[in-house]
């Protein structure tokens, strides 16, 4: 070694230790077989990476989440994926599958294709909901058209349109309410299925009786009346 400066290269392979994958052993090939930065020569096991790349203390062939720090490694089903990244938490799923990329695994998503998970909560997925938006769970659709009547233009106009008409604003006090409050609450968003159910029948009913038309809309008039104070008051 006496070529060498052995306070920068103690290994006196001419590579200097700041660089060099086994700076007590000498090495000048400097072969890595497993790419973990330790050379083979001073690797233990040289065909196994001590990569660890989550800094937990566990290297990534051994740990169930590689790329996510957790010392612990719970995994509550036992599948190959640690709690922390594992989509299904409580159910196996070595796949980690997730169709609609919202975090949850196709083996425990309620709705597997639908990224907002039935988001107006008529227990009906939004990939195969004709108004995703609009509790409908019933799916009525009078004219076959692929949009059910809650929220299709053309359907027949729902009670409260007949009798109103589509541009009072009394309207937007009852869609308000609707969305403010009923679609709050299960017994609610019941109510909401119950009314956008009925309601083409509830349709017929009155324009086929001009006096229950008239008294119909008296009362729903008031309500509207009330419903709007209240709005305006908030």
């Known amino acids: 070694c006496n070529d060498c400066d052995t306070t920068l290269d103690k290994d006196c392979d001419h590579i200097a230790d700041t660089v060099d994958n086994c700076p007590d052993?000498?090495?000048p090939a400097q072969s890595d077989n497993d790419s973990d930065l330790i050379g083979d020569f001073c690797d233990a096991e040289p065909t196994v990476s001590d990569t660890d790349s989550d800094g937990d203390g566990i290297?990534?062939?051994s740990d169930n989440c590689p790329d996510i720090h957790n010392p612990a490694q719970?995994?509550?089903d036992n599948d190959s994926w640690g709690n922390n990244c594992d989509n299904c938490q409580d159910l196996a799923n070595d796949s980690q599958t997730d169709s609609d990329n919202d975090t949850i695994g196709n083996?425990?998503?309620p709705c597997?294709?639908?990224p907002l998970n039935d988001i107006d909560e008529d227990f009906v997925c939004g990939d195969a909901d004709n108004c995703p938006d609009i509790p409908n769970a019933d799916q009525t659709d009078t004219d076959n058209d692929g949009i059910g009547d809650a929220?299709?233009?053309a359907a027949p106009p729902c009670p409260a349109v007949l009798l109103l008409g589509k541009d009072d604003p009394a309207l937007d006090a009852l869609r308000h309410f609707r969305d403010t409050v009923l679609t709050q609450s299960s017994s609610g968003r019941h109510l909401v299925n119950?009314?956008?159910h009925h309601a083409p029948a509830i349709t017929k009913i009155i324009q086929s009786n001009p006096a229950l038309k008239t008294t119909t809309r008296h009362m729903l008039e008031y309500l509207?009346?009330?419903l709007q104070f209240n709005y305006t008051a908030q």
């Open 74 to 76: 719970l995994n509550s």
């Open 151 to 153: 929220c299709d233009p």
């Open 59 to 61: 290297r990534d062939i």
């Open 112 to 114: 597997p294709l639908d």
């Open 25 to 27: 052993t000498y090495n």
């Open 224 to 226: 509207t009346q009330m």
């Open 194 to 196: 119950l009314y956008n």
């Open 107 to 109: 083996a425990c998503d």
